[in-house]
């Protein structure tokens, strides 16, 4: 059996229920080896006390994770690691706008609906100047096969039209941004939430019912703070990686 964890978590200041918190925490501990393939994992009791909750609440995290193929109850015998997730390759969310960018590298992009709009719906990072129009597309990210992220976008009609539709149909719109060139870019902004997978969304990524996501919106201005792009993304919690060195003595 493996050795229990002290680690202390803080399950009330989240809007997912605790179960689905504690399943996507006992996944994290397969994919980094934690909780290794094939060895026992601690008892429902065992990580009831750790985590303060219900034995009850820890049986519903482990059926996520055996619905999902990744450890197997045996009646006298205890819980299983059988496979670690597909996708245990981290996606790196970036912190800076280079990051941002190249973020998308190596993902294939499918198109999947797009219109024409007015305005963009409640802008995240506030509206500056609008635009006369903007492009809205929605994106499907897959990674080796398997869809990773999903994306809302709205894009300037005056840039779209400076982009071929070959290119706008099969590359991130933000990383064409940086690419073409097409505008001077002088603010971007990015806010990263984490949330739970509504009926859409885990039908769209394939993850079970209130699974955890991350939720990363970006906001591009150009001259005269005009918005020329808005997106937002829903990627796959387990996967999504935020990390940003800390800085020491209030330097930059």
Not at 49 to 56: E, I, K, L, R
Request: contains cysteine.
């Amino acid at each position: 059996m493996t050795d229990f964890t002290p680690l202390e978590l803080d399950l009330t200041h989240n809007r997912a229920p605790i179960y689905v918190q504690l399943s996507t925490l006992f996944r994290r501990f397969i994919v980094t080896g934690h909780w290794p393939v094939d060895k026992q994992v601690p008892t429902h009791e065992t990580l009831a006390m750790q985590f303060d909750v219900n034995p009850a609440t820890i049986r519903k995290a482990i059926a996520m994770l055996e619905d999902e193929g990744l450890v197997k109850r045996y009646r006298r015998h205890g819980t299983f690691v059988t496979a670690k997730p597909a996708s245990a390759d981290w996606f790196r969310i970036g912190t800076t706008w280079e990051e941002a960018l190249r973020a998308f590298d190596a993902l294939a992009v499918e198109l999947i609906e797009e219109s024409d709009v007015d305005a963009v719906p409640e802008p995240f990072h506030g509206t500056g100047m609008a635009a006369a129009g903007y492009r809205y597309q929605r994106r499907l990210y897959r990674r080796a096969g398997s869809a990773i992220m999903i994306e809302d976008s709205y894009l300037d009609q005056a840039l779209r039209r400076k982009i071929s539709d070959a290119k706008l149909a099969g590359s991130a719109p933000l990383a064409l941004l940086g690419a073409e060139r097409t505008a001077k870019v002088e603010r971007a902004d990015e806010t990263v939430r984490f949330g739970i997978a509504d009926t859409e969304i885990s039908t769209i990524l394939a993850i079970p019912l209130n699974a955890s996501v991350a939720i990363v919106h970006h906001s591009v201005f150009g001259e005269k703070s005009k918005l020329l792009f808005e997106s937002c993304a829903y990627l796959r919690g387990d996967i999504a990686l935020v990390s940003e060195p800390i800085k020491f003595g209030g330097k930059p």
